[in-house]
């Protein structure tokens, strides 16, 4: 079976997608006169911005936490480590990219994802790829594709099996903790949680996201700093790897790409269609402002933590010592940290509840897309099957389910990538209007 979906999934990541993926962040990044470069410093100071009079279930904040909440996880610790070992140091050269071109995507999401929300029969906001398919595309078949690989990635991605079984082998690595009781602890957690909903969901992602970020990231500053000198000559290699004439002409290019991107979107989401849904039940009437805030997650994801944890790997050298996956970035943390194994409760700490709040921010990306397709009523059938799943996870073969995973993503991201690019003039219209009166009330307020 892990052959056969390797196939398929060599076949759903071919350079058809990567293109497509690539193209959409660079058809936007030019047409929107590279906002994501230019407006970043505005971006980051409308996410506290308070916003209660206005439409909307959480906060500005708590909806870019939600998001952050399923994209920071295991992308961040396993998904670096994978890309640099099967593709090289490249590959971290390629992730830049992805999430570079990716805000300007994850831009547009948000933006539309304003746009086009709506509300379900209890009142809460209903929003995401699906709703901005159908409304602004009038492709209602095109819409349920999404929605369908949605409820699949919630089921069978990133949602349950990837980010339990990573929780579970953290724990049983730094804590002996038997993986039976894992299953149990983190179907008890997350049924709490869910069943909550949005807003308890988004209440626990607006404390712990930005904890376990300081709390990461302080592990991974210490270690750049220890090796300061390094940076310079490791920022050399992964160049080199990523523009080696030699791969150029052979398939050392193409796997540092494939992997690169792939992980990459795997980690920040861009262009996946997942953060708009979280993006819609923010509190805000400007869909550009809220599509600013939105694409910040991507560079928090990528730019800072992915790329700290790829440079603490290849500083270290802990991508050739033959190991895999988590393990790779915890054999970095001790050997990059001055005191003696604590780099592996980092890695694992942090791991855990990354991986966790991904789950329940997944939890809730699937059930608005399960409402999409069937209702108000499929919720609790929908919420019954992810939680067995969350007690099925730790059992699960972790190669096959990252590539199940990606398989699923990869399906997920086809409709929404259409749907962008069909939406396109609309994204570019609403930007051009917001700035167009921002500069406006700029000018008269200097003359007052």
Not at 112 to 134: C, F, S, V
Not at 349 to 354: A, D, E, N, P, T
Not at 421 to 440: H, M, P
């Amino acid at each position: 079976m892990t052959k056969f979906l390797t196939q398929v999934n060599n076949l759903v990541w071919g350079m058809p997608l990567i293109l497509l993926l690539l193209g959409t962040g660079i058809y936007f990044t030019t047409h929107l006169k590279f906002i994501q470069f230019v407006r970043l410093k505005k971006a980051f100071s409308l996410i506290f911005k308070k916003n209660e009079n206005h439409e909307g279930d959480v906060s500005s904040f708590q909806a870019l936490c939600t998001a952050l909440s399923s994209t920071i996880g295991t992308g961040n610790i396993v998904g670096v480590a994978t890309a640099i070992s099967a593709g090289g140091p490249g590959a971290l050269f390629w992730m830049w990219i992805s999430a570079f071109f990716g805000m300007a995507t994850k831009y547009a999401e948000g933006v539309l994802a304003i746009k086009y929300r709506t509300k379900d029969e209890n009142g809460q906001i209903a929003g995401g790829p699906m709703y901005y398919i159908e409304k602004g595309l009038h492709n209602k078949f095109l819409a349920s594709l999404f929605a369908f690989f949605g409820v699949a990635v919630a089921y069978l991605g990133i949602g349950t099996f990837t980010q339990v079984r990573s929780i579970s082998d953290a724990l049983h690595l730094s804590f002996h903790v038997p993986y039976w009781i894992s299953a149990i602890i983190l179907t008890l957690l997350v049924g709490f949680i869910t069943i909550g909903g949005i807003h308890r969901i988004a209440a626990v992602a607006e404390k712990v996201i930005p904890f376990m970020c300081v709390f990461y990231i302080s592990g991974v500053v210490l270690i750049l700093l220890t090796h300061l000198p390094m940076i310079p000559h490791v920022l050399k290699i992964v160049l080199a790897s990523a523009f080696d004439i030699k791969a150029v002409f052979g398939a050392g290019m193409g796997v540092a790409m494939k992997m690169g991107i792939s992980r990459g979107i795997f980690s920040n989401e861009s262009g996946l269609g997942s953060a708009p849904i979280a993006a819609a039940a923010a509190q805000t009437d400007s869909c550009v402002e809220q599509g600013l805030v939105s694409m910040t997650g991507t560079f928090i994801d990528t730019m800072v933590i992915c790329t700290m944890t790829g440079l603490a790997i290849l500083i270290t050298g802990a991508n050739t010592s033959g190991l895999e996956g988590a393990a790779v970035t915890s054999l970095a943390f001790n050997r990059g940290l001055i005191i003696p194994f604590i780099g592996e409760y980092i890695v694992n700490i942090g791991l855990i509840f990354f991986a966790f709040t991904t789950i329940i921010g997944w939890n809730y990306y699937g059930e608005r897309c399960m409402y999409y397709l069937a209702g108000i009523r499929s919720i609790k059938i929908y919420k019954i099957i992810f939680i067995i799943l969350i007690a099925i996870g730790p059992f699960m073969s972790l190669q096959f389910i990252f590539i199940l995973a990606d398989i699923v993503n990869g399906c997920m991201a086809i409709p929404n990538l259409i749907g962008l690019i069909g939406l396109r003039k609309e994204v570019i219209a609403e930007t051009e209007e917001y700035f167009k009166e921002e500069n406006t009330c700029s000018i008269e307020e200097l003359s007052i």
